[in-house]
């Protein structure tokens, strides 16, 4: 089974930015979407982006688009999420997951079960 562990999280400013890595390692063809979700405290777990490995293809969550750049790098087994333009309202728990499809992250609920540790990411004001 793909094994996620994501990092890069952290305490930034209002305004600032963050990226995030997803470091899969284990993955096989049947993982080739990586995508990645948060959760708030007392919120229900969200998507926010989705990658494929083979084409690159994308999704976003639309309150995300603009803000938030998905991509990953084949060679090193890895996806990142930048994260730009940071609001309060980003405070959260970010989660990396690996499904065979962008459709299995982006549907409710996401058809998978393998996610990473989480990363905090906490956005002052």
């Known amino acids: 089974q793909v094994q996620l562990v994501e990092s890069g999280g952290g305490l930034v400013q209002a305004g600032g930015s963050l990226r995030l890595s997803c470091a899969a390692s284990?993955?096989?063809?049947?993982?080739?979407?990586m995508g990645w979700f948060r959760q708030a405290p007392g919120k229900e777990r969200e998507f926010v982006a989705a990658v494929t490995w083979s084409g690159g293809s994308t999704a976003y969550a639309d309150s995300m688009k603009g803000r938030f750049t998905i991509s990953r790098d084949i060679a090193r087994n890895t996806v990142y999420l930048q994260m730009n333009s940071l609001k309060p309202e980003d405070t959260a728990v970010y989660y990396c997951a690996a499904a065979g499809r962008i459709a299995s992250l982006t549907s409710t609920p996401p058809r998978t079960n393998s996610w990473g540790q989480g990363t905090q990411v906490t956005v002052s004001s």
């Open positions: 284990g993955r096989t063809s049947s993982n080739n979407a």
